[in-house]
């Protein structure tokens, strides 16, 4: 069974802080790595996607890729209340349309 | 379109009642995907739809759910008599074709069975 693990959390982050999400994944042979963020009572939006190993930015957020020991992080940098949802990892296998969704982090920016 | 579009937003229905959540993808996107979402819960995968071909439904919990897809479009997800543990939010999603992963959500349908 491949599965792609979270921290439920709630983890809990000051305003300006730098917010640390991690993922881990069974399947060695995972290709490509998504970020989800999900407000309460709305649907997923992708943040970024990540596919080769390294950190990978874009604003105030960093995908990073280790696929040696399958995981993969997201970092919020100058962390803002808005910030405050739940982030879902996918992870693609090697299905050409399959992703296995991670169960999400609750994430609480707190002011 | 814009976006993934979904209708109604919400359905309130009665035990026993059948009911039908529709998806309307991002114009163009060939690939479409059905989830479940239960009350602070991860998302479970329903089926999948290659243009009009559903190659994958292997995430359909019961034979009560079924789920078409017209004219390489609309997708259609009928739930017959509906059970309480059927509540959840329906979430649809589409994908551009085989050459991208990303999957765009719709706002979802919430579901709820009395």
Redesign the interface.
């Known amino acids: 069974q491949k599965e792609v693990e979270q921290n439920s959390g709630p983890l809990s982050v000051p305003e300006g802080a730098i917010a640390s999400l991690n993922c881990t994944y069974s399947d060695r042979g995972s290709q490509s790595f998504f970020w989800y963020r999900q407000y309460s009572g709305k649907s997923p939006e992708l943040i970024m996607f990540i596919y080769s190993n390294g950190d990978k930015e874009d604003g105030r957020f960093t995908a990073q890729l280790n696929k040696a020991s399958q995981y993969v992080s997201l970092l919020i940098r100058d962390s803002q209340p808005s910030d405050s949802a739940t982030y879902l990892c996918a992870v693609k296998g090697n299905s050409n349309y399959q992703l296995i969704w991670g169960a999400g982090t609750k994430l609480i920016i707190k002011p | 379109g814009a976006g993934v579009s979904q209708s109604p937003s919400n359905k309130v229905t009665e035990k026993g009642k059948d009911v039908e959540l529709r998806c309307d993808p991002i114009s163009g996107h060939t690939?479409l995907y059905w989830y479940r979402q239960s009350l602070g819960?991860?998302?479970e995968?329903l089926i999948?739809f290659?243009g009009n071909s559903a190659?994958?439904k292997s995430g359909l919990p019961s034979d009560r759910f079924s789920a078409e897809r017209t004219g390489g479009s609309v997708s259609t997800l009928t739930i017959q008599r509906t059970q309480q543990e059927d509540s959840a939010v329906y979430?649809c999603a589409s994908?551009f074709g085989?050459s991208t992963?990303?999957?765009?959500?719709?706002?979802?349908t919430r579901l709820t069975v009395l």
């Open positions: 690939a819960q991860g998302l995968f999948y290659q190659p994958d979430l994908r085989p992963d990303t999957q765009y959500f719709g706002p979802g």
